[in-house]
């Protein structure tokens, strides 16, 4: 079952913002880049800038979480993590600000494996837990 990331306006604001602004030097400097520098320059800065808001648009439009019969799949931008569902310990509520796949204030922990840890946000948290648990023998405990 698929399940979209939660984006707050925070995130929101700030994807756009960041995108727009690049996009907008990647053709806004073309011209005054080519006048001072050349061609090669200008290229090379037009396409650093434009892949730059190419890849912040791809991390916020392709971020999700799927959960097979086996396993939670998590999809941020062209990145890719597989957890098995029999090693997820705990899922825990936070507010840490750390840099994550979470698109969101509101975030969890999902401690899974002995150590390991890495930062969600999915819409319904709810019933992305009681997805979780319909597919394992124990239940995940949620901390709110």
């Known amino acids: 079952m698929k399940f979209h990331a939660n984006k707050d306006m925070t995130y929101r604001i700030l994807v756009w913002a960041l995108g727009l602004l690049f996009f907008g030097l990647s ?44 396993d939670l799949i998590i999809h941020f931008g062209p990145f890719k993590r597989v957890i098995q569902l029999t090693s997820i310990k705990r899922i825990e509520k936070t507010y840490a600000q750390l840099a994550s796949i979470a698109l969101s204030k509101e975030r969890y922990f999902l401690h899974y494996n002995a150590h390991d840890y890495t930062i969600i946000a ?10 979780i648990n319909e597919r394992r023998s124990r239940p995940v405990e949620l901390i709110q």
């Open 122 to 131: 999915p819409e319904n948290i709810e019933q992305f837990v009681q997805v």
């Open 27 to 70: 053709a806004g400097l073309f011209v005054p880049v080519y006048n001072e520098a050349g061609l090669g320059a200008s290229l090379f800065i037009s396409l650093l800038f434009g892949i730059s808001g190419f890849f912040i648009f791809w991390l916020w439009y392709r971020t999700f979480y799927i959960v097979t019969d086996r």
